[in-house]
């Protein structure tokens, strides 16, 4: 049997690799590849359709701010298209409405992703308010505001605090603090949400706290898909509250009075 020789050097930069969590990692923080990833991750993040990894790579784009840099004539030179070029930039244009609920998970930022946006967001109402302590105080665990802050001490100021957002959560006015009105866990496919992401985000927002599983501390179980599964049945014989429709249980706690 061959051996297996462990790589020294980045294939992509040249950079040496280190080891993380059993993982190894190039060193180099511009490295193309990670760029060109992180890009990648922005652009869905944010639903900018036609951004690509071949149009990243056509568009010659090395940094986040970069996006919204471009010259027209260029792109549609490097896309060879008018039309594309027409298209990219109505979705770059559209994308700088998104709020700091979308924009700080298309960050890239190790740890933190919906769920500790979420949590933040009921703590500030925009990325200057940002602490170590507020971090903490969301329920962010010590890693990831470790992991936040660092990012925003050494990323975000000076550089992406130009990008063209307004990077300010969309509060909505709930009485709830985070994980404080009950336990809920989504079962199955929802008909009254695109996403269990955007119910997600929503509940946590009213003061929920949102599980795949049921465990023993859940309340209130939604299962839209009509289906006397065996977890809906042993939920409704625990005692827990069978939700059917998530948008009128919400609205039945007045959030349809908070638009």
């Known amino acids: 049997m061959q051996a297996i020789i462990t790589p020294t050097t980045c294939g992509s930069c040249g950079s040496n690799l280190s080891w993380r969590n059993d993982l190894l990692f ?5 490295c193309p590849a990670q760029t060109a990833k992180k890009i990648e991750h922005f652009a869905k993040t944010l639903k900018i359709k036609g951004l690509g990894p071949k149009t990243i790579e056509k568009l010659a784009l090395s940094f986040l701010q970069d996006i919204y840099c471009l010259d027209y004539d260029f792109t549609a030179i490097a896309l060879s298209s008018k039309r594309l070029a027409d298209k990219l930039f109505v979705e770059i244009e559209q994308s700088k409405k998104a709020t ?28 200057n308010e940002i602490t170590l302590d507020k971090c903490r105080d969301a329920g962010l665990g010590e890693k990831t505001s470790e992991s936040l802050m660092n990012w925003f001490n050494n990323e975000w100021c000076g550089a992406l605090e130009f990008m063209p957002f307004s990077f300010e959560f969309d ?4 009485s709830g603090h985070y ?9 199955g496919k929802l008909k009254s949400f695109p996403t269990k992401a955007d119910a997600t985000g929503l509940l946590t927002q009213m003061g929920y706290t949102v ?38 249980f919400i609205g039945e706690q007045n959030y349809g009075n908070t638009a």
Not at 105 to 122: E, H, M, N, Q
Not at 179 to 187: A, F, K, P
Request: glycine share 6%; net charge negative.
């Open 26 to 30: 190039c060193e180099f923080e511009s």
């Open 100 to 127: 700091l609920n979308q924009v700080l998970p298309a960050f890239s930022i190790p740890l933190v992703g919906k769920t500790a946006t979420d949590k933040l967001s009921t703590k500030i109402n925009n990325l």
């Open 171 to 174: 509060t909505l006015e709930f």
């Open 179 to 187: 994980g404080e009105l009950g336990v809920i866990c989504i079962s």
């Open 211 to 248: 599980k795949s599983t049921i465990t023993k501390d859940v309340t209130i179980l939604v299962n839209e898909s009509g289906i006397e599964s065996a977890k809906t049945k042993k939920a409704r014989e625990s005692g827990v509250t069978i939700v059917t429709n998530l948008l009128d």
